[in-house]
């Protein structure tokens, strides 16, 4: 078991660490008071600065200008990205893009790279996933009600779809739609490339979610497809393998998340340190000096290193024997993970008091949009019951002593 971190890759993260620091947290002042529009030409800037560090893009293909780093690699950028709300969009590697990057890459037409692909990474255009439908369990996703039939060389697409997050302002949707309504159920949709700019493609609302419909990047559409046609050159893969396809999609993705999230533990359990040796709760006793504080910061610590070294171990099994056979540990990280980041950024907050609430300070941002982390990319429930079978499964006519 080798826990070294290589030489290039703790330049990179010093590297990110800084900038992070010294770039991105002092613009967070503004992303928590600011519409995000407003911020747009001082994010671009930011950007710019890291091309220049050659640090853009680190987890996509070199040959489309990314880093090319491996999974490992890229699990450490994005525990240092994570810090930051700002960090993933400004390094050119933030969901969905990154996951769309990855099917584009692994699926797509040599047509479909040059149009969709090499510009996605260069962080020209941005993308979004559309599969969640707002009257069908995302839980369960072959039961799927919106189609795509075919009509001479084209697919036309009708449905109603939720939270594609990032639809506004992106340049195309990936959708999950029925192709093959007569097939097995995992065999029955399809991914198909859709131009946001095609007629039918109607995007309704940003959804307001915990309190803030967002813009842009940070936002969550609902979409009516109507009558929406395109090209059949636009299918991505093959006819019917949507969920094959999205299996791809899920396993390195969870991995990133889930280091963007010991990011987020690791900000705010600093945070909560530096509050904790700081206030002053009576004379000369600041919160520090009290157990129950202590307690909150030991298990913190526990927990976020634990958590962390699953991911890590995940992410080595993703890489040594593949995400199909890494099901286990992908699905044990997902809740546990993501419960981890629940109770160190409600920790953090109370910590802090009536400060912890407020908007200046970033954990109430935390607060609010990562209680999604418990729902997205499959609910903790879900994952539990996942691994739970895997698990039993092992002990049927196992004998044990
Ligand atoms: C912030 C955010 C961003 C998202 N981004 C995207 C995106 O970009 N593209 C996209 O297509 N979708 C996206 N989603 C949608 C997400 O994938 C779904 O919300 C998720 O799959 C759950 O589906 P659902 O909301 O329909 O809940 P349901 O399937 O209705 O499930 C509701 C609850 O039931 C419980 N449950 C479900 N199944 C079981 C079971 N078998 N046993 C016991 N309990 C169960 C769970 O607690 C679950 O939370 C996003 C969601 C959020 C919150």
Known sequence: MDFEISDKMKIIIGMINEFVDNELIPMEQDFLSKPLNSLAPEIEKK?????QMELWAPNHPKQYGGMGLDLIEHALVSEALGRTPLGHFVFGCQAPDAGN????????TKEQKEKYLRPLVEGKIRSCFSMTEVDMPG?????????AAKDGNDYVING???????ADGSEFAIVMA???PEAPPYLRASMIIVPTNTPGFNLVRNISVMGHAGEGYFSHAEILYQSCRVPQTNLLGQEGHGFVIAQERLGPGRIHHCMRWIGI????FDLMCSRAVKREISAGKTLATKQI???????????????RLMVLHAAWMIEKVGASAARKEISLIKFMVAGVMQKVIDRALQVHGGLGM??????????RHERAARIYDGADEVHKISVARRILKEYEGRKVK
Do not use: H
């Open 358 to 367: 407020t908007d200046d300070t970033i954990i109430s941002f935390f607060y």
């Open 178 to 180: 029925v192709t093959n």
């Open 160 to 166: 109603q779809k939720w939270y594609s997050s990032s």
């Open 101 to 108: 990057i990855e099917i584009l890459n692994m699926f797509g």
């Open 139 to 147: 839980s369960n996703p072959v039961m799927l009600e919106t189609t």
């Open 47 to 51: 950007r710019s600065l890291v091309k």
């Open 293 to 307: 504080i202590q307690s909150w910061i030991a298990e913190s610590a526990a927990e976020i290193e634990s958590a």
């Open 265 to 268: 533990c690791n900000r705010v």
